[in-house]
């Protein structure tokens, strides 16, 4: 069993920096010292901090059908065998961008961004249906996306 990492205890002042990113990824750090009471320094050795640490990223979201990927799905996996082999060689896949291990009806869930129908064929069954210990995919195609924010803020 992977042990789970202890979580990281924030002061007030970075949940607040992380807030201030999560509301505007780009608001310099002048402008979210101002609002947390730092200097632009200060933030800025935060954000480093955060960053290496993995608590935090800073990344650009894109519009997957403004870049040409018209197809986005979630496909649930079933596995036999060991779902966290299975788990690496969907994550190596291009196309995948978001994978979870799971408990009940699937092993796994992976989202994936492709350009159309055809190439989301293709991926199912040349890639991933090939995995060895996939013994089952259900595969549910998103019709529109209604609701994707970032800014649930920190505990």
């Known amino acids: 069993m992977v042990a789970r990492p202890k979580p990281v205890q924030l002061d007030d002042v970075s949940k607040a920096i992380i807030e201030q990113l999560q509301t505007d990824g780009r ?3 002048a402008e979210i010292g101002k609002a947390v009471g730092l200097s632009e ?3 800025r050795q935060r954000v480093q901090k955060l960053t290496e640490s993995g608590v935090m990223q800073v990344v650009a979201v894109t519009d997957p059908m403004q870049l040409g990927f018209y197809r986005q ?3 649930g996996i079933r596995v036999s065998g060991d779902t966290t082999a299975v788990a690496d060689e969907l994550a190596s896949l291009s196309a995948v961008d ?3 291990l799971t408990a009940g009806s699937f092993d796994i869930l992976a989202e994936v961004v492709c ?3 055809d190439d989301l064929i ?3 069954n040349r890639r ?3 995995i060895d210990g996939v013994h089952s ?3 549910f195609v998103y019709l529109r996306l209604q609701k994707q924010f970032y800014n649930w803020g920190t505990r």
């Open 122 to 124: 293709d991926l199912l």
């Open 27 to 29: 608001r310099s750090y």
């Open 115 to 117: 350009e159309n129908d």
């Open 41 to 43: 320094a200060a933030v």
């Open 73 to 75: 799905a979630m496909i």
């Open 98 to 100: 978001y994978l979870v």
């Open 137 to 139: 995919t259900e595969t």
């Open 128 to 130: 991933i249906r090939a």
